[in-house]
Each structure stands twice: as C-alpha cells, then as structure tokens.
C-alpha cells in the first residue's frame, strides 16, 4: 500500500470502516511513513476542530413552537382510510369474525338442534318401548294376523297406519297397541325374534326434526340407547320407530322386511 | 401528535443547522425549515418506519432548498463559489500538505474562520461535510444526495482539502 492508498483510505481508516486487512495495512504504512503519519494528525485535527468549533445554528424557540403547532393541528395527509384504522380495524376484524364465525355458530346450532330433536325422538322411542314391555297387558290386541290387527286401529288413531309386513317365521307379529309418540298417538306392532320383543312405533310423521337419511326416504343407522338398537325413517306423512333389545343387525333385518328393502 | 411528528420534531436543530449554512442567512434557513416540514408531514406516510427519519428528513431539506431557495436566494454568492469542482479527479491529486505548520495553524482556527471557509465550499460540498459531522454513514449521505456511495467518499475528501486549503489560507 502506497501513500496515495493511504490517503484516499484515511478517513475511513479513522472511522473505523475499513475491514481488519484493509486497516493493518494503512496501520503498518502509518508506522513507517511519516509523511503520511503527518495527514492522518492533520485529518484528525480537522474532524476535531469541526465538531468543536464550527458555529452551530439551532432552531429558534419561536421556530419549534410554530412547527409544534402546525404539526400538531394540521390535518393528516395521510390516505383518508388511516384516518379511520382505529375504527376500522377492529371493526374489520369484527365483520370478519361474524362472517366466519355467524354461518359457524348457525350450522352448529341448527345441527345441536337436530342432534337433540333426533336423540329425543330416538329417547322417546325407547320410553314408548319399555312403556310396552313392562306393561301387564302390553297388547291391546292379539295377533291373528295383520289384517286383524290393522283394521283393530281404526276410530282408535286420527291416521291409517301403513304396515305391509304381516310376519313371519322369524319376525312373528304378536299384537298391538295404542300408543303415544311424543305429542301424538301411535300405532304400536309388536313382533318378536325369539324372546325379543320388538315394537314398531308408527306415528305422524310432521314437525318432527327427522335426520337427513330418515327423510329421503332410507332407514336411519342403528342408534344405541341404553341397551337398546333405534331405527327412524319416514314413508311420506308417516314415521317409523323400530325398537328392541335385539342385535342391530337382527333389527335391521325386519326392518328391511317391513320397508321391502335389502338389508344393509 | 403521532411518534414520527414527535421524533422528527427533535431534529429540527439539526435541520436548521444545515439549513442555514445552505442558504447563508436566518431568514431563508427557518422559511427552508419550515417549508421541509410541511413537506414531510404531508408525506409521512410515505417514511418507512425502521429507516433513518433524520437521513429522511434532510433529504426532503435539500430537495427543498435545490427547487425552491437556490433559484431565488437573495445573495448570490452563498454557495456560488464552487471551490470543490465535482468533476475534478480525486483527493489524491490536491495538494498533500504535510507540514507541522499546518498543524499548528488548525489549531489555532477559530469559530467564524470555519464558518467561512465552509461558506466557500459549493452547495454539495458544504453539504456533505455537514452531513458527515451529523453522523449519517456514506450510504446515508448518498441517499440523501442522491448519488453513488462512491461519489459520497470522493465528495468529501476533496471538500475536507479545500477546506485545510481555506483555513490555510486564513491563519496568520
């Protein structure tokens, strides 16, 4: 390094903004050159008499209050929505909130509504059932046959119950009875599996919150409930409850028997 | 107020400092000082918090004082003599003065010698120096002049030669 490179790197030398090499190598030329030893005194002198010498010219008082004052009550230049952020933000982020949270909270309501109007029927269903078996006279009506039995609801129900399965081997039908579901009477068909019994709760279908397979027109799945296996569906105007302590797949059997659908 | 109103507020001496060694009298430095702060406040929300409110602020002083104050200052004179020619080649071609006597004679110099010999310099090179002993690094200089970093280091030491050249010249 030369006097010359020295020279153009001595400010930077003496405000420290050279790399570690850069500045060995002007320390080492300092050290042997005095000329150059000469400058950096005569630089530094200058830094020094500049920053202590040279006149400032502070600001007037009168001068600081009058820009105080304009910034103070001039009206922001800013955008005309920043103006409005502390209100609009949060209300933003409100109005966000609702719009994900208000379709959240309807879903959720509306299917905690389906979910306690299905377990009350599914409840009902199973009340009605025990209502039957613990009765000493739970059939009003002995078997003889479907069509004795069918034609026994009439003057008894404001509606025809419409039951195609008559029995069988399997799934004999034992009786009926006149019962209640909910805030309505009922047809109740008893058959039986073994020593099961199994009631058959037939009843208006309308204001009642049916699950979505039960209204198209399909069976529900099976729903346990204190011991017992549930079947829902709905066949136009009318509802169906099948209730028994009998395995779900059993259920299912008569009640693939009593729609005329397969099993599924 | 907001916080950049109340932090650009504390500089206004330092603005002003500048302001005054740009245009040469009291008058024009707190119109100029005034006029930049208008300006800022209309463009705050053009600062980009993080960076140098300070650096930021100068430069809309000068942009200032170049559109405004320089084709209409009172004196012509302030600034017109350019004694830092800014197409001249570096500082190694000024003269290297070496001597004790040098030395001796800066510090001796006295307030208003300095304030005349940097009155000499041009408009860049005053400054510049200003802008240096204000503490911005090169790379805020350079924004703030709106030139290369490079351009900034040369700037300087051909204006700190001049300036021993005046004060040189000064001493008894």
Same mark, same amino acid.
């Given at each position: 390094m030369n006097c010359d490179d020295v020279r153009a790197r001595l400010l930077d030398y003496q405000r420290g903004r050279l790399p570690a090499a850069a500045h060995a190598d002007v320390r080492a030329h300092l050290d042997r050159c005095a000329d150059c030893r000469r400058g950096d005194a005569v630089e530094q002198e200058l830094t020094w008499v500049l920053e202590r010498r040279l006149p400032q010219h502070p600001a007037s008082l009168a001068l600081k209050r009058r820009l105080a004052t304009q910034w103070a009550a001039a009206p922001s230049a800013r955008p005309w929505w920043s103006r409005w952020r502390p209100v609009l933000v949060p209300a933003a982020a409100a109005a966000m909130v609702m719009l994900v949270a208000a379709p959240v909270l309807y879903v959720e309501r509306t299917l905690f509504r389906a979910r306690s109007e299905r377990a009350g029927m599914i409840a009902e269903a199973v009340n009605d059932h025990l209502r039957l078996v613990t009765s000493l006279h739970p059939l009003e009506i002995e078997s003889g046959g479907l069509h004795q039995v069918k034609p026994w609801f009439e003057g008894r129900l404001d509606? +025809?119950?419409?039951?195609a399965f008559e029995g069988d081997a399997d799934y004999p039908l034992k009786g009926g009875a006149v019962g209640f579901f909910r805030d309505r009477k009922a047809a109740v068909f008893v058959y039986a599996r073994r020593q099961h019994p199994i009631s058959l709760l037939v009843f208006r279908a309308d204001g009642l919150a049916w699950p979505a397979g039960a209204t198209a027109g399909g069976e529900?799945?099976?729903t346990a409930e204190r011991g017992f296996n549930v079947m829902l569906w709905r066949r136009g105007e009318l509802g169906y409850a099948l209730v028994s302590d009998l395995n779900a797949e059993e259920l299912q059997g008569l009640? +693939?028997?009593l729609t005329g659908r397969s099993p599924s | 107020m907001s916080t950049v109103a109340n932090e650009a507020l504390a500089y206004v001496d330092a603005l002003h400092n500048l302001a005054r060694y740009l245009t040469g009298n009291e008058t024009d430095a707190e119109d100029l000082v005034q006029e930049t702060y208008a300006r800022a406040l209309g463009a705050q929300h053009r600062?980009?918090?993080?960076?140098?409110?300070?650096?930021?602020?100068?430069?809309?002083?000068?942009n200032t004082f170049l559109s405004s104050y320089r084709r209409q200052r009172h004196n012509p004179t302030v600034g017109g003599l350019d004694t830092v020619d800014p197409n001249a080649q570096g500082a190694a071609t000024e003269p290297w003065l070496l001597d004790d006597v040098e030395l001796d004679r800066l510090r001796k110099v006295v307030g208003e010698e300095l304030q005349a010999a940097l009155m000499t310099l041009s408009e860049?090179?005053?400054t510049v120096v200003l802008l240096d002993l204000e503490g911005l690094t090169e790379v805020?200089?350079?924004d703030v002049l709106g030139c290369a970093v490079g351009t900034v280091k040369s700037r300087l030491a051909r204006a700190r030669a001049?300036?021993?050249q005046?004060?040189?010249?000064?001493?008894p």
């Open positions: 509606f +025809a119950p419409v039951v529900t799945m099976v009640a +693939a028997k | 600062f980009t918090p993080g960076t140098n409110l300070k650096a930021w602020l100068f430069r809309i002083l000068r860049d090179a005053r805020e200089v350079a001049a300036l021993r005046k004060l040189k010249d000064y001493a």
